[in-house]
């Protein structure tokens, strides 16, 4: 199912209670509650997105985003705005957060969740938010649809793989990360090698024990600053460039949120163009 007849789909479902309803006007602090405000809410309904929900680096919706207003997540802004309802992730400015609440504005905090069942969570709670449960029950049910299928075809079984970001980041057991690797059947090297949780690697342990395959994202992102250091140095380029790769668009994972479906089914498209292991 594509982008845009699956968002078409859950805009259509809503249970009887709020059929026809527009919903609270609501807003969008993060590029994360962008992703659920686009998917969910009507059109109507959205007073303002994040000011990075055009930017195609981090937004797997920047072309849904176009034509809404960007507001700087400021509590003036927002009152001023008339919203009801903002939608920021856990750690955003808590002051901010506690004031919109002082003038009666509900503030839904997304969470930092790392299995599928716990986006299905996350996503009803937001879609109760915006008024449309139905809309979030539907795109749960999507999500799981399109799992299974990924699951059925397990296109890494066989394989083991060990994720990287420019910085050396890491992710083993008990991130998402692991979960998207898992619903493609792939072993992650970072859980072989004895780790937990968002973790690192430092070069030499690369280059000198490089993986079978290596799993990137953002690597290809405009951000130049020193972060970059890992993934820029010869050592690990030449690495690298001898070792089979799969680059994830950053934009499908930048949080955990049912976009992670689209970062596993990105995942499964690259597992599928490598040389099969027999050859």
Request: hydrophobic share 50%.
């Amino acid at each position: 199912m594509s982008r845009p007849i699956l968002l078409a789909a859950v805009l259509l479902a809503a249970t009887p209670a709020v059929a026809g309803a527009a919903g609270p006007r609501a807003a969008s602090a993060t590029v994360c509650g962008d992703q659920y405000l686009l998917a969910l809410a009507d059109p109507g309904q959205i007073a303002a997105l994040s000011p990075q929900a055009g930017d195609r680096w981090l937004s797997l919706l920047a072309d849904e985003a176009a034509g809404h207003p960007r507001l700087r997540p400021a509590a003036e802004s927002y009152v001023a705005a008339g919203v009801e309802v903002v939608l920021a992730d856990a750690w955003s400015d808590h002051k901010t957060m506690a004031l919109l609440e002082r003038f009666g504005i509900r503030v839904v905090r997304i969470p930092l969740v790392e299995s599928f069942g716990e986006v299905e969570t996350t996503t009803r709670m937001v879609a109760e938010a915006l008024g449309h449960p139905g809309r979030g029950e539907a795109l749960n049910a999507a999500t799981r649809a399109r799992l299974a299928v990924l699951r059925a075809q397990a296109a890494g079984a066989g394989r083991e793989a060990l994720y990287l970001r420019p910085g050396g980041g890491s992710a083993a057991a008990g991130t998402f990360v692991d979960a998207v690797m898992q619903a493609n059947g792939l072993a992650n090297r970072a859980t072989a090698d004895g780790r937990r949780g968002w973790t690192g690697y430092d070069l030499e342990q690369f280059v000198m024990a490089p993986p079978d395959l290596l799993l990137t994202s953002f690597f290809d992102s405009p951000d130049r600053s020193l972060r970059r250091a890992f993934g820029a140095h010869p050592a690990f380029t030449a690495r690298a460039a001898a070792t089979p790769s799969v680059e994830v668009p950053g934009r499908t994972w930048i949080c955990s949120g049912w976009i992670l479906v689209e970062a596993a089914e990105a995942l499964a498209q690259g597992l599928r163009r490598l040389p099969a292991l027999h050859e």
